[in-house]
């Protein structure tokens, strides 16, 4: 059995094991929306999120009717809360949104043409130089194209078609470093409306307007579009970088394990299709866990479109943009080597990072920023089901954890013990979970765990 916990950990020890790992190994951004009250009020949120995605956008907060309640009054809190997280966890802020027909407050809506104009560009220049530089790219227009042509907002009845051209100036003159983004929904495909957005995108792009096109992609169960690689690449063949700003993948309840698979593959699809095109910026998932996402409130009898339950496990597509960002999922875990075929003289002289028990343990590097590092911690079960464990190491050098999740912690001096918090005490046997994780103080470290079952 030495042989197979040595064979295990040293698997997980290099495995991408977090979504945020495989994609800064790629080199795109896996973000998330974020809900500011889940923000401000559920640690298991704030966690899960800053370990697995090294991106963020504000699902609502830095939207104009939030931004901007009255006019000239504006309000950074909840945004700047969230572009605070993002900082203190390494992770980039993409921007959402700043010309839009919905979430947009009445008084603007009340404005003559020039009385407007002003208004929306005063909204996106006090906006953008409130976050200049910590803003990566901002979703300047949303949705301004319905059909193959222009919305009929209230933003094109007052101001005409030039509003576009106008918010663009004014956001590349309030932030020269962040990226211009128009996006919208139902343009994944090549389709009239994406046409007329090829169209907008090349005028933008030559007056220097513009940067990237963001595909918002909610999608309904089993139908990506067969052309969005192409569809993607034609406008990334225009300069521009493209982003998947909104995904998810809906499915009419209750959902089967089989919808569910099918949903694994169709998330894997358009993770695929962003790794393939050198200037696809990223993918942001619209919300983290179902029971957090839109979908429902707006498509009765549609759910279950995101890449966690409820209860913070993952779903199969979870493991399915894992897989795809060129990560392991714990659970796709090779079968561990069967004692049977376990050569009796494995003469491997390093101890198997296990102490007794039937639960093995090892700590994951997942980030090292320098002034701080994040470790994931994978319990393997042995042949038979644990239920409950305690873990149980010794720092080498100084280490200490500033913050944890998902186990409850004590320590004293270098020593430290960690023990299940309950939903995730038991693991089947020959299984390995990713069990929790926290952040630590001092240069990162892999210590040798002692697990103990029960
Ligand atoms: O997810 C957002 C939801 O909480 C809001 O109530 C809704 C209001 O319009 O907006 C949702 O987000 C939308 C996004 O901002 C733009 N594209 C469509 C998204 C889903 O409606």
Known sequence: MAGAGLALSTQFAHAQSTLRAGADAQGIDIAVAVNDNLLQNDSTYRNTIATQFNSVTAENVMKMDAVEPSQGNFNFAPGDRLVQFAQ???MS???????????????IKNLSGSAMRQAME??????????EGDIAGWDVVNEVVDGGQLRNSFWLQAMGPDYIQWAFEAARAADPSADLYMNDYSIEG?????????QMAQDLVSQGLLDGMGFQSHLILGQVPGNMEQNLQRFADLGLKVRITELDVRIQMPASQQELQQQAQDYQRVID???????CSGVTVWGLRDGDSWVPDVFSGYGAPLLYNDNYTTKPAYDAVLEALGGTPPDDDTTPPDDDTTPPDDDDTTPPPTGDGDCTAVIDVVNDWGSGWQGNVMITAGDSAVSG???NWTWPSGQSITSSWNADISSSGSSVTASDVGWNADIAAGQTMNAWGFVGSGSSASPQVTCTAG
């Open 88 to 90: 203190q966890n390494d």
């Open 93 to 107: 802020v993409h921007g959402h949104t700043l010309v839009w027909h919905n979430q947009s407050p009445n008084w």
């Open 122 to 131: 005063n909204h996106i220049t006090t906006t953008m130089n409130h976050w």
């Open 190 to 198: 090549i389709n009239s409306k994406s046409d007329k957005y090829y």
């Open 273 to 279: 299709i962003c790794t393939s095109i050198a200037d």
């Open 389 to 391: 464990w305690t873990l």
